[in-house]
């Protein structure tokens, strides 16, 4: 698809989440469709832009990748963008999941690691590939995520991931 484009005049963009903080900023022309600045803010996120994910401007999501939001935009504009909690085949994401053991060659589902949606299978699990590898895992929805998850310390106050602790404390009513 090729832009063409109606007038010069630019428009300085500022993309924020929900909770307010500012995603990323970019400066377009005011006759930009909504594809060419979705395909633009997907570039300057640090976490991948989901098909999911909406982009909203002025109350309104931008659905119609050929529509013109901007056309009567003042010199600024803010776009709020809702991810949404659902995943689409073809997502990128990472596996939280525990680490695994798959194969006696050593191969292992490792928490933390990129991987990509091939299929949903129903509403909470998915098959995935893992990035480099050709073989595809079934996977509980629960154990995926957009960003990679923070590695857990390998000690805490003396103890580590996976030991097991005895409460020893007084008794508690639950």
Not at 55 to 82: K, M, N, R, W
Not at 164 to 172: A, E, N
């Amino acid at each position: 698809v090729q832009v063409v484009c109606l007038s010069t005049l630019m428009v300085d963009v500022g993309v924020f989440s929900v909770d307010g903080s500012q995603l990323c900023s970019l400066q377009v022309q005011r006759d930009c469709t909504t594809g060419f600045i979705r395909e633009h803010v997907a570039k300057l996120l640090s976490n991948p832009l989901l098909r999911a994910d909406a982009l909203c401007y002025e109350g309104t999501i931008l659905s119609d990748q050929s529509s013109l939001p901007f056309l009567q935009a003042a010199s600024h504009a803010q776009l709020t963008l809702v991810r949404v909690g659902g995943f689409c085949d073809g997502d990128f994401v990472h596996y939280s999941g525990p680490t695994v053991q798959l194969s006696v060659s050593g191969d292992s589902r490792q928490h933390g690691m990129r991987c990509q949606i091939v299929r949903l299978i129903g509403s909470e699990s998915a098959s995935i590939r893992f990035d480099g590898k050709s073989a595809e895992h079934m996977v509980n929805l629960a154990h995926l995520c957009r960003a990679a998850p923070v590695a857990a310390p390998a000690s805490l106050h003396g103890f580590r991931v996976g030991e097991r602790l005895y409460y020893t404390g007084p008794p508690r009513q639950c």
